[in-house]
């Protein structure tokens, strides 16, 4: 038996690093998964796997939302589970990060968990039934990363938190992951230096970078019945970092 059996899971991102990770536990676990991305090659890579249908999302469209939560409750009958896991990271100095840039990453890692919240919610709520798990970063907890990155993570924090007092009578949960630094395509420039990985992980008090796998067990406990009770909550998966 699967922890995840008879569930309809949209996972946004669903097509690389941390979000394919999740696709893949979430799929032997025994649910029905829709791996949403903008990267339309790499998705019909995911739609080869067994219990995994790809579906094309640019999660900053409000119209694209629209479209596929209708089509999943059409197609499958339910929606069971939402994990706002796409985002977009830069390396820009904070001297050069103008009013474009600032938007640009703002409405894909805030506007677009904030869409899908407000799309999925209401095929949640005729079900009175439903957990969203939100992927921030630890950069929304420390002082680190003067940048917009940092404040799109923040604003996830916060709707997070707000989502769940506002969903949590019609039986939506919402709860918020914070990963540290994860190996993924994202972070993967930091591996090209060795003194900056070997820096990284001294720093670290687990003595290791995150891999997908930790930040997919955190999200299928958070998914699952097994955490009926918790909504609102934040937990950080950072190896210790953040605790410091
Ligand atoms: N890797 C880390 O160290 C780390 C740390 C903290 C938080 N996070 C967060 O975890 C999430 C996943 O990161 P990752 O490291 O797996 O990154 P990744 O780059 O490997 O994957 C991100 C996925 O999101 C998709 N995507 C980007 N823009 C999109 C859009 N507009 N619509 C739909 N899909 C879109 C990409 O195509 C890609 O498949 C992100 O929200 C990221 O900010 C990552």
Do not use: C
Not at 198 to 225: E, N, V, Y
């Amino acid at each position: 038996m699967g922890r995840l059996d008879n569930k309809v899971v949209i996972i946004t991102g669903g097509a690389s690093g941390i979000g394919e990770g999740m696709v893949d536990l979430f799929a032997q676990e025994g649910a029905t998964v829709i791996a949403a991305d903008i990267n339309e090659a790499a998705l019909a890579k995911a739609s080869q796997k067994p219990n995994v249908t790809g579906m094309k999302l640019n999660v900053a469209s409000d119209e694209d939302w629209q479209a596929l939560a209708k089509e999943v409750n059409d197609r499958f009958g339910r929606i069971d589970v939402l994990v706002n896991n796409a985002g977009i990271s830069s390396e820009k100095p904070f001297e050069e990060i103008n009013s474009e840039d600032w938007q640009k990453m703002l409405t894909v890692n805030g506007f677009g968990p904030f869409a899908g919240m407000k799309h999925v919610a209401p095929y949640m709520a005729a079900q009175k039934k439903g957990s969203i798990v939100n992927i921030s970063s630890y950069t929304a907890l420390i002082g680190q990363g003067f940048n917009h990155y940092t404040a799109s993570k923040g604003a996830v924090r916060a709707i997070s938190k707000a989502a769940a007092t506002t969903f949590g009578r019609q039986g939506i949960r919402v709860n918020a992951l914070f990963p540290g630094i994860i190996e993924t395509p994202m972070t993967e420039a930091l591996s090209t230096s060795k003194e900056l990985l070997g820096h990284l992980i001294q720093a670290t008090p687990l003595q290791r970078l995150g891999k997908p796998l930790d930040i997919a067990q955190a999200a299928l406990f958070l998914a699952s019945d097994e955490s009926s009770y918790i909504t609102g909550a934040e937990l950080v998966i950072d190896g210790g970092f953040s605790a410091q």
